[in-house]
């Protein structure tokens, strides 16, 4: 009898692996044809309709969380979570602005979307690995979040770096900074704390976003063109929310603060030496 349990059990165990592989396997390819899709989307509509393709890019930002959506249906009936739409959007929307900055020509092109193409992908295996984790423990979960938060910073310096690159008064650079800022900055807090309240860490987003306000108040009047201006912006972004990720860590040491302190004067030198004064 105890060997005809352990037969079973065996058996139990690979019919769940095997589930498992099969619901995973079925993902990647609902996101390989998701990424093809939005890529081909994008390729098109900024390379073929010019200026026009900026309908387009609000589109497709949106079909990429529907996509999303319908990719991790299953897993979202369970749990929920609205933070896991937030960089999806913010990315695609961030890639098809830049394209306007980009120069015209067809393997700039190609490049980008072969970026899009392969960060959108890893952006939904990270997103994956999110939702899986509310439910159960995944060792994978230390990886997504280094992909999600390299995404974000991307994400966020072609956002500010469009931003900058309008030149428009400075209450509307402003309100544009706080209103892509609070977003992000709450979805690369969740990603540290996988919790199931919507609202447990705005406060906190909050204090952040007004912080990278402030440094965005102080780069309008700055000298320097907007790559500079938007890269700056990005360090300060990166300092204090991956702080705050190692706070929730607790692993907020004194060497920890000290890296971050150097990436950031590292970074401010690099504004002074590159901003032209005598302009």
Same mark, same amino acid.
């Given at each position: 009898m105890a060997r005809i349990q352990r037969i079973k059990k065996k058996t139990l165990l690979r019919l769940r692996r095997l589930r498992i592989d099969r619901l995973l396997e079925n993902k990647r390819q609902r996101f390989i044809l998701s990424v093809i899709f939005l890529s081909l989307g994008f390729f098109i509509s900024e390379y073929f309709l010019g200026k026009g393709g900026l309908y387009m890019v609000i589109t497709i930002s949106i079909l990429t969380d529907?996509? *999303?959506?319908?990719?991790?249906?299953?897993?979202?009936?369970?749990? =929920?979570?609205?933070? $896991?739409? $937030?960089?999806?959007? #913010?990315?695609? *929307?961030?890639?098809? *602005?830049?394209?306007?900055?980009?120069?015209? %020509?067809?393997?700039? %092109?190609?490049?980008?979307? /072969?970026?899009?193409?392969?960060?959108?992908?890893?952006?939904?295996?990270?997103?994956?690995?999110?939702?899986?984790?509310?439910?159960?423990?995944?060792?994978? !979960?230390? /990886? +997504? %979040?280094?992909?999600?938060?390299? $995404?974000?910073? =991307?994400?966020?310096?072609?956002?500010?770096?469009?931003?900058?690159?309008?030149?428009?008064?400075? #209450?509307?650079?402003? !309100?544009l900074v706080f209103i892509f800022s609070f977003p992000i900055v709450l979805q690369s807090i969740w990603t540290y704390t996988l919790d199931k %309240?919507?609202?447990?860490?705005?406060?906190?987003? $909050?204090?952040?976003?007004?912080? !990278?306000?402030? +440094? +965005?108040?102080?780069?309008?009047?700055w000298p320097s063109s907007p790559t500079i201006i938007a890269l700056f912006l990005t360090g300060i972004f990166y300092s204090i929310v991956g702080l705050s990720q190692v706070w929730f860590e607790k692993r907020l040491f004194k060497g920890i603060i000290w890296e971050y302190f150097w990436v950031s004067f590292v970074i401010f030198i690099a504004l002074v030496i590159f901003t032209p004064w005598g302009g």
């Open positions: 529907l996509l *999303l959506f319908l990719s991790l249906k299953k897993d979202l009936e369970e749990n =929920l979570y609205p933070q $896991i739409f $937030i960089l999806p959007f #913010f990315y695609s *929307l961030s890639f098809g *602005l830049f394209y306007f900055l980009a120069p015209a %020509r067809l393997l700039t %092109r190609i490049i980008l979307t /072969s970026l899009y193409a392969v960060g959108l992908y890893s952006l939904f295996l990270s997103e994956n690995i999110f939702t899986v984790s509310s439910i159960r423990t995944i060792q994978l !979960l230390g /990886s +997504a %979040r280094t992909v999600s938060f390299t $995404i974000t910073l =991307l994400s966020y310096f072609f956002l500010s770096n469009v931003v900058f690159s309008l030149h428009t008064n400075i #209450f509307i650079t402003l !309100l %309240r919507v609202l447990s860490h705005v406060s906190l987003a $909050i204090f952040l976003s007004v912080c !990278l306000f402030e +440094a +965005a108040l102080v780069l309008w009047f």
